[in-house]
């Protein structure tokens, strides 16, 4: 069982940053690869980054590659999404997730456990 609570939501301007984090519980964090998706208001949730297991394979969506970075420590149980050069199409409730695989997906139905989320509005 492994409990998320996604962190660092906000608002903020076009351009400008934020650095949300996601808090895991348990002790078999590093066995899971994590995602970060996100659903804006009348949209499916969609995919944005993942990593594996042990941080070195990541994959980013094309609508934010160059710009967001997803990153984690398995010390600290933690997964994190770094945004950058935010747009007002980046606002949406952003959620970590995590897959019980050594590689994350882009499916939303691979995901064993899901975070409740946390608001991101970029403001134009």
């Known amino acids: 069982q492994v409990q998320l609570v996604e962190s660092g939501g906000g608002l903020v301007q076009a351009g400008g940053s934020l650095r949300l984090s996601c808090a895991a519980s348990?002790?078999?964090?590093?066995?899971?690869?994590m995602g970060w998706f996100r659903q804006a208001p009348g949209k499916e949730r969609e995919f944005v980054a993942r990593?594996?297991?042990?941080?070195?394979?990541?994959y980013y969506a094309d609508s934010v590659k160059g710009r967001f970075t997803i990153s984690r420590d398995n010390v600290m149980n933690m997964a994190y999404l770094q945004m950058n050069s935010l747009k007002p199409e980046d606002t949406a409730v952003y959620y970590c997730?995590?897959?019980?695989?050594?590689?994350?997906?882009?499916?939303?139905?691979?995901?064993?456990?899901w975070g409740q989320g946390t608001q991101v509005t970029v403001s134009s």
């Open positions: 990593i594996s297991t042990g941080g070195r394979s990541t």
């Open positions: 997730a995590a897959r019980s695989s050594s590689y994350g997906s882009r499916s939303t139905y691979e995901y064993d456990y």
């Open positions: 348990g002790r078999t964090f590093s066995t899971y690869a």
